[in-house]
Each structure stands twice: as C-alpha cells, then as structure tokens.
C-alpha cells in the first residue's frame, strides 16, 4: 500500500480505531461544539495491526494522525500527501494522549447550527446525517453507524453524549443523566446498522412538554404504526371485495 492510500486510511480512522470511542456535542445558542475522543488503556493492544498487508499498528496510527491535521468538514481534508495547514481549510483542534492512563488522540471544533450538518465525524460514521435547524424547532437524525465499525476492528463501541440549553420536546436516546442533562446513545458492532439517533429541540427557551420527551416520541411512532395498520387494513379490504364481486359475477356467468 502506497503513501497516499495508508494516510487515507489512517484520517477516515480518525476517531475509530480504540476498543472506544466517545462522541460528545453541546448545543448551546448558536454554537454546537464537538469532540471526539478514544483512548485505549490497554498497552498489549498498542502494536495491533490495523489494516491487512500493512504494518500499520494502532500505536504508529496514533502517532502519525498527530502529525496530520484533520479537516473537521466533511470531504474537506485539505492535502492528502503533506500534514500543511492549508488556507480555506477548517481543522480540528487535536491532542496526543500518551500517559498512564493510556494512548489516544482527541479532537474538538465549534460548529454552528448553520454549518454543524456537515460535521466530518457525525458524517463519517453515519450512511445517513441530517441535522435541520429551522425557526421553531432544531432537528437531528443520524441512521446506520455501520461505516463508524467498518475496516476498524478494534473498535467495539461508540457512546453518543449530547447535552443542550434547548428545551427537549422528544428524543429516543438509551439513557438520561437528569443530573448533567446529557443525553446519551449507545452504538455498538451489533446494532450499528439497525441504529437510529433522533431528537427534536424547541427554539421556544419556555417551552415545557406535557410528558417526558422519549412518551411523546414513542406515541407518535406508535400512532404512526396504528395509522400504517389502518391504511393497510383499508387497501387489503377493498382487494378482498374486489376480488370477491368478480368471483361472484364470474359464477353467475
């Protein structure tokens, strides 16, 4: 594998190569900051090969994305053969982690909630991201994790942290910590595909659901599911009826 190839492989591992990683975005204002970081604890992992007929270990990936910088828009790396900063480029702000309590790499950047849908993270790890911000409401959803796993096998899982200044009006996250208002998804080898990230924020700083945001969103899923019942309960009787009057028509002829 030639230069160029393994340096690819290596800034689409950005964030993927530990047993863990984590994912933590704040909305605050206009402002939804980001860091991504993964550390592995385990030194007898350090010298791990990462990507087959290569020598590429996980602790020379480590240290050779320290040198690269890393653009934080999504397909917007800047050189590809040169760690430059290049002028037009946004990149993540990263940190070496080498210490006792392991070796990692972190990276954060600032988006805004104009710009924050073309985060190279969230869109690097998921087939589909969508990130709506509109007058009233703030929308997120991410499906499919799957290329977050994809080539990387030593990752396991990722934990999803989000926490806002926005009023919550639904969500299906895994768990809650009311304590830090954090939000929280976990994404794993297992149910990477099938996964789905959703939550809807109110712009409205007063608003106060009626119920807690994960009921509502699960009655409006199951209000949907009742209406699909329906429709389809609908369509599969007039079928029947059709099909029905012409066996009767055709008997009497």
Same mark, same amino acid.
């Given at each position: ?28 204002? &206009?402002?939804? /900051? *980001? ?28 240290? *050779? ?17 040169? +760690? ?13 982690? @080498?210490?006792?309590?392991?070796? =990692? ?9 104009? &710009? ?7 869109? /690097? ?18 499906? @499919? !994790?799957?290329?977050?796993? &994809? =080539?990387?096998?030593?990752?396991? $899982?990722?934990?999803?942290?989000? $926490?806002?200044?926005? +009023?919550?009006? /639904? ?7 009311? @304590? ?17 990230? $959703? ?9 106060? +659901? ?10 409006? &899923? ?5 209406? !699909? ?6 369509? =599969? ?17």
């Amino acid at each position: 594998m030639n230069k160029f190839k393994i340096i690819v492989c290596i800034l689409f591992s950005m964030f993927l190569i530990g047993c863990e990683a984590t994912y933590n975005v704040n909305i605050d204002g &206009n402002s939804v /900051s *980001e860091d991504v970081s993964f550390i592995e604890q385990d030194s007898s992992k350090y010298d791990t090969i990462l990507f087959s007929h290569t020598d590429i270990t996980y602790k020379s990936s480590i240290y *050779e994305n320290a040198k690269w910088p890393t653009g934080a828009f999504y397909l917007k790396n800047g050189d590809p053969y040169e +760690p430059v900063i290049m002028d037009g480029v946004e990149y993540y702000n990263q940190d070496l982690i @080498d210490d006792n309590e392991g070796l =990692g790499i972190k990276y954060d950047y600032n988006f805004t909630l104009d &710009n924050y849908r073309e985060s190279n993270a969230a869109r /690097s790890c998921f087939k589909n991201f969508g990130f709506g911000n509109g007058d009233k409401k703030i929308s997120i959803y991410a499906n @499919d !994790a799957s290329y977050c796993f &994809n =080539g990387h096998k030593m990752l396991d $899982k990722v934990t999803i942290n989000l $926490k806002t200044t926005y +009023p919550v009006i /639904s969500h299906n996250a895994d768990k809650f910590d009311k @304590d830090n208002n954090t939000y929280t998804w976990n994404v794993t080898t297992k149910n990477a595909e099938n996964k789905i990230i $959703k939550m809807e924020l109110s712009k409205d700083l007063n608003y106060k +659901p009626e119920k807690d945001s994960k009921v509502i969103l699960e009655e409006n &899923n199951f209000m949907t599911m009742i209406i !699909a019942f329906a429709v389809f309960a609908l369509v =599969g009787g007039i079928i029947v009826l059709i099909l029905y009057n012409k066996s009767k028509t055709t008997n009497k002829i």
